[in-house]
């Protein structure tokens, strides 16, 4: 069974300043897929961004970023020029590469930014 | 932009009585799962439906509880039953091909009293 781990239940970082979210995971799979998804405090889940384990290249999404280890099992989100608007929970999220797998979530990081 | 409706947004329901939580996918798409929440805590996935049956279903998911596509619009979750520790935000989703991620509807929170 694949499991995901986020070891930072709580952040914070100033306006404009740029934060790094962690998460590792664990699977035999080869194929897959990793997402991270934002939930407001509406509690809305919102994909912000999505890396196909084949590919080497990070994905980039504007302001969002990830730096995808695969054989260290690691996926983390860099957030450029944080904005009031990203205060948020954020979760890293696993699937096995076949279609219409379920997601796997880890536990969730509450990201702050402060003005 | 599609968006996956879910109603109702919240939901108030004595312990033991049923309920049916409903979700209208995006049109096109052919992949549809349920999770929940519980507050404060991960979200956990419930059970994925794929042309017309169910493809995969958690320990969560036990006899209590029942989905259905009865129009070929409309994705239904009832729970039989609901018990205290039912209470907990639902999330229906659905995808065209699930490797592209899922869209989540705005969830609807269930409190058994």
Known sequence: AQTVTQSQPEMSVQEAETVTLSCTYDTSENNYYLFWYKQPPSRQMILVIRQEAYKQQNATENRFSVNFQKAAKSFSLKISDSQLGDTAMYFCAFMKGEYGNKLVFGAGTILRVKS | EPEVTQTPSHQVTQMGQEVILRCVPISNHLYFYWY??????????????????????????????????????????????????????????????????????????????
């Open chain 2, 36 to 113: 929940r929440q519980i507050l404060g805590q991960k979200v956990e996935f419930l059970v994925s439906f794929y042309n017309n049956e169910i493809s995969e279903k958690s320990e969560i998911f036990d006899d209590q509880f029942s989905v259905e596509r009865p129009d070929g619009s409309n994705f239904t979750l009832k729970i039989r039953s609901t018990k205290l520790e039912d209470s907990a935000m639902y999330f229906c989703a659905s995808t065209v091909q699930g490797n592209y991620g899922y869209t989540f509807g705005s969830g609807t929170r269930l409190t058994v009293v």
